[in-house]
């Protein structure tokens, strides 16, 4: 069984690259000219994305470079500590809502130093999987589609991603038999 998902993994990209446009030509479609107009419409999308996506990484930049994130480590690491939440991943618990990219390398940091099997490192892994990076998806998306005002999205969004986190310590806790 693991033989054919494994050979059905390797063919569907390649397979679903080469029937759509095969489809869409049967269907009448000029695919060559839906492309390049498609690629066009990226290509402006991504030039009005760019002051989002700078704005959020000179945000990111700021934060960790001022000292913060290691001032809210020592503020909340006690208590922290106490929930059985260890305090050396509250850097990526940070930063996941901002920015997957540095959130991945915390992680990683997080697995070279404790080691992929360890408490930490399935947690991380575990919170990596589960959320979402908030505050990018308000800029990219959000920004994407002209929408200013957020209302209750960031609030929701935060909740969620509070959720996931309180929720991956009792699973990973559980289910590995460590933490709280």
């Not at 107009?37 to 945000?59: D, N, S, T």
């Not at 959320?131 to 800029?139: E, G, I, K, N, Q």
Request: charged share 15%; proline share 5%.
């Amino acid at each position: 069984m693991y033989e054919v998902v494994s050979e059905i993994s390797r063919w569907a990209i390649p397979l679903f690259i080469l029937i759509v446009p095969v489809v869409a030509a049967a269907r009448g479609v000029k695919v060559f000219e839906a492309f390049v107009e498609g690629a066009e419409q990226g290509f402006a999308l991504a030039i009005k994305l760019i002051p989002y996506l700078v704005a959020m990484l000179v945000a990111i930049s700021v934060f960790r470079q001022s000292g913060a994130m290691e001032v809210m480590g020592q503020f909340l690491g006690p208590g922290l500590a106490r929930l059985g939440f260890p305090v050396e991943v509250l850097p990526h618990a940070i930063l996941r809502p901002l920015s997957g990219g540095a959130a991945l390398g915390v992680a990683a940091e997080l697995m070279k130093t404790h080691g992929p099997d360890s408490f930490i490192g399935h947690l991380v892994s575990t919170m990596q999987g589960a959320s979402d990076t908030t505050f990018y998806v308000l800029a990219v998306y959000f920004g994407s589609v002209g929408i200013r005002r957020y209302r209750y999205a960031i609030v929701s969004g935060l909740l969620a991603d509070f959720v996931t986190l309180v929720a991956s310590v009792v699973v990973v806790g559980k289910v590995y038999g460590t933490g709280p």
